[in-house]
């Protein structure tokens, strides 16, 4: 199939451009390199340096004619969310309507959209399946519910069938080292921490360790990156092959805590990772789990590479190659 990767060359595009080449798909990737990277493009992949700001740039990148979508360009921190909510609005909301008429507007069909678990706000019961209520806590996930729903639109105004994809916390590299690019700035806690191992930052803020589980501190579904880049495909699959849209939530079903991902960083590297317990961060859920059960019965997927020891040594690997840009 002839795709387009918008956000191809950030950190889950990537990974997801790898597994659509790898599987014999012809790649375009539609990147502004805000927090994408050259490094992340591949020989094998044409790349367009064009914006989802610029209705231009969409329309001539559109005009070669694609079969499918695959839509990741966002800004992702919850918390700035909620200090800059107008570059929300700008980057996720008027960048994704571009995309959706020019989509529209060309005859691209089919669409896979990079949502996200921050839509279903605090937990009312784990796991989280697609039916818990949507009532996000922050303006990032606010963003990520209403995309959703434009998406229904355009589905019944416009013939677009799409897939909503809920991830839950993306960490982990490729386990092949094919991807080499890596976040900068970013204040997830995989990246953060092999940031403290690298020597790169002082310490590992522990936002909080009274949370009401085991260790006090956080729990998070993570789920690794060729995870999910595997369920774009198999989305991909779904919708084109049964004409039919799709939400589902991606993750591994099984929750760590910062305290276990600290702790095999620190077996894995042998790096001490000093950290300093501080608050919780504002709007921050103690535990998030998900249940994975719709996109194992619909696409045939479920979480292979998502353990705490391949998430850590993953990403260890990656930093590891990296050198400090
Ligand atoms: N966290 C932390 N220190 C950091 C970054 C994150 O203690 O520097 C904790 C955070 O409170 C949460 C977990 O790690 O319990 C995952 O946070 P992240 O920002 O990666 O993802 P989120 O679940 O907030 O989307």
């Known amino acids: 199939m002839k795709i387009v990767v918008i956000g191809g060359a950030g950190y889950i595009g990537s990974h997801v451009a790898r597994e659509l080449l790898d599987r014999g798909h012809q790649v375009t990737v539609f990147d502004n390199l805000s927090t994408g990277t050259r490094e992340n493009l591949f020989s094998d992949e044409e790349f367009i340096h064009g914006d989802i700001?610029?209705?231009?740039?969409?329309?001539?990148?559109?005009?070669?004619?694609?079969?499918?979508?695959?839509?990741?360009?966002?800004?992702?921190?919850?918390?700035?969310?909620?200090?800059?909510?107008?570059?929300?609005?700008?980057?996720?909301?008027?960048?994704?309507?571009?995309?959706?008429?020019?989509?529209?507007?060309?005859?691209?069909?089919?669409?896979?959209?990079?949502?996200?678990?921050?839509?279903?706000?605090?937990?009312?019961?784990?796991?989280?399946?697609?039916?818990?209520?949507?009532v996000p806590e922050n303006y990032y996930g606010f963003t990520k519910l209403q995309i959703e729903g434009f998406l229904r639109w355009y589905e019944k105004l416009k013939g677009i069938r799409s897939a909503s994809l809920r991830y839950f916390n993306a960490a982990g590299y490729d386990a092949a080292g094919r991807i080499t690019g890596l976040e900068h700035n970013s204040a997830n806690l995989l990246p953060v921490i092999m940031e403290v191992a690298m020597g790169w930052r002082n310490n590992l803020q522990i936002f909080g360790d009274d949370y009401d589980t085991e260790d006090g501190t956080g729990v998070r579904d993570y789920i690794h990156v060729s995870d999910l880049a595997r369920a774009h495909a198999a989305a991909l699959e779904y919708i084109t092959e049964k004409k039919q849209s799709l939400t589902v939530n991606l993750g591994s079903e099984s929750g760590l805590s910062v305290l276990q991902i600290l702790e095999t960083t620190r077996k894995i590297s042998g790096k001490k990772v000093p950290v300093e317990v501080v608050g919780r961060r504002p709007g921050d859920p103690g535990k998030l789990v998900a249940s994975s059960a719709k996109a194992k019965e619909l696409l045939g997927w479920k979480a292979t590479e998502s353990d705490v020891d391949s998430l850590v040594s993953t990403s260890w690997n990656a930093y590891g190659k990296a050198i400090r840009l």
């Open 53 to 134: 700001l610029t209705t231009d740039s969409l329309r001539q990148a559109f005009s070669q004619g694609f079969e499918a979508l695959i839509h990741l360009a966002a800004s992702k921190a919850a918390g700035e969310s909620m200090i800059k909510p107008e570059k929300y609005s700008v980057n996720n909301i008027t960048g994704t309507l571009n995309i959706l008429n020019a989509a529209s507007e060309a005859g691209i069909g089919n669409i896979v959209f990079s949502s996200s678990a921050a839509v279903y706000g605090e937990p009312q019961y784990l796991p989280i399946d697609e039916d818990h209520p949507t």
